[in-house]
């Protein structure tokens, strides 16, 4: 069994995590908000993560999710050696004696799931340390990180060009068929884990000031004569950050900052902080259907 666990604001990595989960055999897709709500031990053998980059590193609810991922040990029994002919008579005892402490469970070895551990990120740009990020908080929840790669595709806080977004598409989509390759022959390749100390001690933290002290994301503007009330950015925001109140979208204070409820906005009412205009274009992963983005129901 395989499950991918992704985070997906505007279809980036949901699209990653459909084409990669084709590749593995019985792949579920799970959404790591989903599993923060109901966290349970992990009982895959092939365990994928998907996310995009933020600032350099990987989203806050990424690494949240890691941080409580929960891997069970499956028990395997050792095989049992038979005694050599000659010293049938004098092992006899020894092979009753192992046979006993075997069925007391002495003799079963712990094997830690999962066998095969990938994560895939996916960037507008640089990808900086978030494979890092990655290999660095799996490793303290003893799993081993085994497979990493980051995929450029378009960005959806600073606009890419529309000519621009569709070439990026069209290569992600042929990087896909490595990508595919790798982990269905559960390929071994950690080498885009490399550290950055300029990321990790100064690009991290300065872009997240930069974000949050000038262009404001997490706070939005909401243009009520074009917004209709039709919820859609409350069904998408995968933290329940969006409650819908007399018809129009009340905000609260955990924004995941993933952008779906702006890009997705079919009126383009929405503006957070300075990152879009009210009414201007946006954008959304051309392979995703909005109702894909809806959190499951509880």
């Not at 995968?238 to 905000?251: A, D, K």
Request: aromatic share 8%; glycine share 8%.
């Amino acid at each position: 069994m395989s499950v991918i666990f992704y985070f997906s604001g505007t279809g980036n990595s949901l699209d990653v995590a459909k084409q990669l989960g084709s590749a593995l055999k019985e792949c579920r897709l799970e959404p790591m908000s989903a599993y923060l709500q109901h966290p349970y031990p992990v009982e895959d053998e092939v365990v994928g993560l998907v996310c995009p980059v933020y600032c350099f590193t990987l989203p806050p609810l990424v690494q949240d999710f890691i941080k409580k991922l929960d891997c069970v040990q499956e028990k395997v029994s050792l095989a049992l050696q038979k005694p050599v002919a000659q010293d049938a008579s004098a092992l006899e005892g020894k092979a009753v004696a192992q046979e006993a402490s075997i069925s007391e469970g002495s003799y079963l070895k712990a094997q830690s799931l999962p066998h095969y551990t990938f994560g895939v990120v996916t960037m507008g740009g640089n990808q900086g340390r978030a494979l890092k990020c990655m290999q660095e908080l799996l490793a303290a929840r003893d799993i081993t990180l085994d497979y990493a790669a980051a995929l450029m595709m378009p960005d959806n806080i600073f606009n890419t060009p529309e000519l621009k977004a569709a070439e990026m598409l069209t290569a992600a989509d042929q990087r896909l068929v490595n990508l595919q390759e790798a982990v269905h022959a559960r390929r071994q390749d950690v080498s885009q884990c490399q550290e950055n100390y300029l990321w990790k001690y100064m690009g991290v933290s300065g872009c997240w000031w930069y974000l949050r002290n000038w262009l404001h994301v997490g706070e939005f503007t909401i243009d009520y004569d074009a917004c209709v009330g039709c919820g859609q950015c409350a069904k998408i925001c995968p933290v329940g950050n969006i409650t819908m109140v007399n018809g129009r979208p009340s905000f609260g204070k955990e924004c995941a900052v993933c952008l779906g409820c702006v890009h997705w906005c079919p009126q383009h009412a929405l503006q957070m902080g300075k990152v879009n205009k009210l009414g201007s274009k946006r954008y959304v992963n051309p392979n995703i259907k909005i109702q894909e983005m809806f959190k499951p129901e509880k």
